[in-house]
């Protein structure tokens, strides 16, 4: 099925997803406080309260990080990695052909095979999810969970071909540049693949496992070449398949909305984590970091960077991020303390925990009324992670003013603490709606940081230029209906407006895996340019 990806200017505050328009309660007052929960209120907002100068400030250290990653000078360490991709160029919009992509996200398999039909954008994708065995997550030999994955591939393949009938039409008609005829009846597909592993990129198709993540624990994969570790159990299992790239949710983002709104320059996910890629010359790329694979590069050509920002605010005694006791009750209780410290601060994974931190302080200090020591030891507001980031939406969306029925819920059924009253409810949906704003302001910060740095090196935005597109993508910035206007808000207040009048941001859904195919047909049309260019 073709999918068309949204786009919202960057001065509008419509979410893309339509539906009713929801009164705000944005003032701090609240209806029925009495005067010392107000003034505990307004303790919590000035604690979450990001000032204009403190924007700046963040702006200004974040184009710092990124100069300081990009130098890569021995000795000198900053929070962003800024990590090639050694993607380079733009796609169109017109290329054509058959492209597999492969990711793995937690426990979780996709395989997916796009149709690029050119026409400005126009594609067709079959996919298939694929879950990994609790049996898979350790062992002693990690061909072994990647035999699973390449069965996965199969299995995906054989139904992909037994629906040449369907509507998408994924059986191919026809062998393409893009595509290697091993026999007379089998064409062989270029793959990326996309990993929720850490890996250090070479190149294209390079890259070795510094660590593995979320459970997974095979002590033979550390150090291994990524593609060469796939490729070889793919090839002892007979798949049609040749993987061409590896990459970044951040970088698929990207180029999934590029592929149809070929002025995107910037890629971001946003969901229990966070990341950015954007375009930097390859002129201002420490040489060290891109030759290490590709020993010619043209300076002036663009290239994708992964910035890891998710590390950003990190250092000590910096003080970029305006953190405060909440926050550093959150990551003192993380298994990753001094890390990552503005994906704590602004994503799914997180934020959450940051409301349930501050209504157990509220409780305990006996601002809210309700109890959460039960003799039954129902209650789970004490528990760690157990206040959802979902439930903020629920929270800040209820619109029922005379009960605030959702927020009832999401207390009384959700976490179980005992009955509350309408000012313990206002409260909640208040501390929710502070919490969720910092956070999208910084974002915002973030992202006009990046803009900044593009405009100022000539990336992106010129005199004869129309203007670029920003694309993001995740399920908290797409399902929290106020956290794009936000965003945007923020955005458009930190830069100039010569700027943000030619600056749209795209809400991208369904992007990752879509984006991995996009890389496959993005290495192979470098991969020609290269040959070009030896002939």
Not at 275 to 296: H, M, P
Not at 434 to 445: D, E, F, I, K, S
Not at 484 to 511: D, M, N, Q, W, Y
Request: with cysteine.
């Amino acid at each position: 099925m073709s999918t068309k990806l949204e786009n919202n200017n960057i001065n509008s505050t419509d979410h893309g997803g339509g539906g009713r328009r929801r009164r705000s309660n944005s003032t701090t007052h609240l209806t029925h406080c009495s005067p010392q929960q107000q003034a505990a209120i307004d303790e919590i907002r000035q604690l979450l309260q990001v000032s204009n100068e403190q924007l700046h400030t963040l702006v200004h250290g974040f184009e710092k990080e990124m100069d300081t990653g990009l130098a890569n000078v021995e000795g000198q360490s900053g929070d962003l990695k800024m990590i090639p991709s050694y993607v380079t160029g733009y796609p169109t919009g017109n290329e054509k052909g058959t492209y597999l992509a492969l990711e793995i996200s937690g426990v979780d398999i996709y395989v997916c095979q796009v149709k690029l039909k050119g026409e400005g954008g126009k594609l067709a994708i079959n996919q298939y999810q694929y879950e990994i065995p609790d049996d898979l997550s350790t062992g002693n030999d990690i061909s072994i969970l990647i035999d699973y994955v390449a069965d996965c591939v199969s299995d995906f393949q054989r139904r992909v071909s037994g629906s040449s009938s369907s509507s998408t039409n994924t059986t191919p008609q026809t062998v393409s540049t893009h595509q290697q005829q091993y026999s007379s009846d089998q064409t062989v597909y270029s793959m990326a693949i996309s990993l929720g592993f850490a890996v250090r990129q070479t190149g294209l198709d390079r890259g070795t496992f510094i660590a593995l993540e979320h459970g997974f624990e095979y002590p033979n994969v550390i150090g291994r070449d990524v593609v060469d570790l796939f490729q070889s159990r793919f090839q002892a299992k007979g798949l049609n398949v040749r993987i061409v790239a590896i990459a970044n949710d951040s970088v698929c983002t990207l180029l999934a909305h590029a592929y149809q709104h070929p002025a995107t320059r910037i890629g971001i996910v946003h969901n229990i984590g966070t990341n950015c890629a954007y375009y930097e010359k390859v002129g201002n790329i420490d040489k060290s970091l891109v030759q290490q694979q590709q020993q010619q590069q043209d300076l002036n050509n663009d290239m994708i960077i992964s910035t890891e920002w998710c590390n950003f605010g990190s250092r000590r005694g910096i003080g970029h991020l305006p953190m405060n006791r909440y926050d550093h009750l959150v990551d003192g209780e993380s298994n990753n303390q001094g890390i990552h410290i503005f994906e704590k601060m602004t994503t799914g994974m997180y934020l959450g925990e940051i409301v349930r931190q501050i209504l157990v302080d509220l409780v305990d200090r006996r601002i809210l009324s309700f109890q959460t020591d039960d003799d039954d030891g129902d209650c789970l507001l004490r528990t760690p992670y157990h206040f959802d980031t979902s439930y903020m939406y629920v929270c800040e969306a209820d619109d029922d003013w005379e009960n605030l029925e959702d927020t009832r819920v999401v207390l009384e059924e959700m976490c179980k603490v005992d009955e509350t009253t309408q000012a313990d409810r206002e409260i909640v949906k208040k501390i929710c709606e502070l919490v969720g704003q910092r956070a999208a302001m910084l974002l915002g910060a973030n992202i006009a940081s990046v803009v900044k740095h593009m405009v100022e090196r000539g990336v992106g935005l010129n005199r004869n230029s129309d203007g670029f597109a920003i694309a993001i993508s995740g399920e908290v910035y797409k399902d929290y209906p106020s956290f794009h206007p936000r965003v945007c808000e923020t955005l458009k207040a930190l830069i100039p407006e010569e700027v943000s009048s030619k600056i749209s941001v795209g809400i991208v859904k369904f992007s990752r895996i879509v984006g991995a195919a996009i890389v496959a047909m993005m290495a192979e049309k470098i991969s020609q340019q290269d040959v070009e260019m030896t002939l």
